[in-house]
């Protein structure tokens, strides 16, 4: 009696399942309508105050306002040489060794993908190439708040040191105690980030945009965070001189599933986005009705088991189980959708990769799930969400890396191509370019 | 007489020489200041009016708007085949064929800079790989204000076919006559842009990124344009569902001349940067003194012959002509200021390639102006200025490809890498995480 009333409660939580070919075009609009992203003007206003605050009073304001946000006074907020050996004692063997794993084939997997340069003749006597330089300053932003995510720092710090960007800074929330959390700290120091301070919220992200005296401003923020860090991110982007990776927003996963796929995989694999945060999106794609009410009624059975069920509950209250006519209809609504995590829990899923139009990062198979690059199969984890996979990509190397243009002419260059530049200046009226090709070509003549 | 007067007219526009080893450190920050890049209120509200407009009704507040700021009444804003053909008859020959080369060496070059996928084993059974991705709909702008860029349609146009899109778009603002300007529109087709709309400023801005029911929505917009059109990028951005290029700001030009310069090529490529706007900035650093002097009598010289010289003489005003003790230090102070255009009139200049650090398009020696990457040397003349080149990149063909990462591990490759991960979820306390890896690891292991 007992089990039957929990199962009926969590079955009121679960969403029923949709027919998608049933639904007509507003009612697809709502299945796929994300979970609000507008920022409350309150955040908004609020956000705003400490990047004033930080910009104009430095450090006072930072020693403020993270005894204000993080119950906490410090007098010097960077880890010195002795917390980062108390950190190296405190974390336990295995998570080292599991980070080392991790770091390792990140590092083999992005190192592989770094922006080259090269070059190439365009005309006789014309060269034309690219030269990649790291960006110089960086900043990292690993999130502390219900858990502390090493993970992350893994996920910044590596590709930053593949690029060799000259000062590569990390801001982490301090803990009540006025420590750093020790496996973060370990994390950064496995990929070389040269110096963390324990700053959180929108006071870090105002630090590595503008400078304090202690604090170096950075060219380029990356890293997700609450709702103060992404907007805080978002507003010191807006000058133009701070760039960031991507606009963050709550996390999401797709999963497009056949009738042979492993029933509890696929509802393990939803629940694990789910825990993330009340806001998380959780979607389950099928042609197979059995597979899906199938899983339905796993979910109800492993969300009970959850340590964090109170968070993945909200989560999957706002989930979707859609029934497909068929999987390519399927991967219209995931490319319509660009979902952040794609995971194919198909019979023969690399076959399908071609119909992936938009997406953050795609897991092949049974056994691929999402933890996988969360955390440790080499692929990066801080990836677009909210859409924005229809035009940025997952952080990777190129994200430190600038690439300038070269170019190389010599007098028979000038006079191979410079004619050319003369005709398309004079049409746009501008006689000074042609001036400055037509002195050469007169001078390459003579 | 009257030549004395006039030279010294110039002499007092065009600033003194500046020793920068006897500036403080406050002079030399205002040495590098740009001028103000503060957007006005007055702008920002402006152009907050017509995108709500837009957003909210669509073609009629475009119909209005188009009235409003360029004084013609359109009913229909795409351009038709009709009036595709008439550019084609009007554009003069030596003009279409300038546009046919360089159109080819643009496409030559970033041809060979493309996003490639690659992929790696990081273990026994797990194989991560990228794949690359057109962005699917972009919207291109190409300004038409005191003169038309069909140059600007080429550098946008050959990327975004190279990579692609499935859909490009490309707004110009209409003339009085109601037509578009014929070399941009020969130019778009060059290039394969699928529809071209009669459209300019924020409005057009507007239209790309909510879409109505004329003009389709784009996920990312590029190109260079007015203040009313970088600032509308800005804000369409700042919603985090459209993407721009790179935030935009005057044009700029920074050469590093030694002893060896041709005198009236360095005059000649600074007043090439001045003629673009009155806001435009020019930086020229030596470690010889005649150079610098020489160079400021011959900016006096040609300034005098320039059409657009009221324009370039209110550039002028605002340059610098700077004194350094070695060419070491012209390249520190580069690196610290950034510049869009890094010209370096060096006897060597490619043995100096290594101290650039931050620029966004560099040009080698005497025989190299500006004005040929600017046109048809191959490289993009969208770039980053106003200090952006420390974390933007010239557009390139990336600048329309996403990357997706992909990822698949079988069961040997769960149960390799399969324990990192449920160690370190398990210590950041997201179990439904370790739950999804452990149950496929019991399950391999079965």
Known sequence: MSTQTAT?????????????????????????????QAVAAQTRSAVADVLDDVRTRGDDALRELTERFDRV??????????????AEAAVPVELREAMVNAAARIERFHAAGMTAGYNVDTADGVNCARIVRPIPRVGLYVPAGTAPLPSTALMLG??????????????????????????????????GVHRVFKLGGAQAIAAMAFGTARVPACDKLFGPGNSFVTEAKQQVAQGGTVAIDMPAGPSEVLVIADAGADVAFVAADLLSQAEHGPDSQVLLLSDDDALLENVRAELSTQLAALPRAAIARQAMARSRLLRVDTLDTAFDISNRYAPEHLILALRTPRDWLDHVEVAGSVFLGDWTPEALGDYCSGTNHVLPTGGAARAWSGVSVSSFQNTVSVQSANAAGIRAIGPDAVTMARAEGLDAHANAVALRIAKAAA
């Open 8 to 36: 009926t409660t969590l079955d009121d939580v679960i969403p029923a399942i949709v027919d998608w070919c049933e639904a007509d075009a507003d009612a697809r609009t709502e299945l796929l309508r994300r979970p609000t």
């Open 73 to 86: 006074v410090l007098e010097d907020f960077e880890v010195g040489v002795d917390e980062f050996a108390a």
């Open 158 to 191: 590596v590709p930053s040191r593949l690029a060799g960007c000259r000062e590569v800074v990390l801001c982490t929330p301090p803990r009540p105690d006025g420590s750093a959390d020790p496996a973060v700290l370990v994390a950064a120091r496995l990929t």
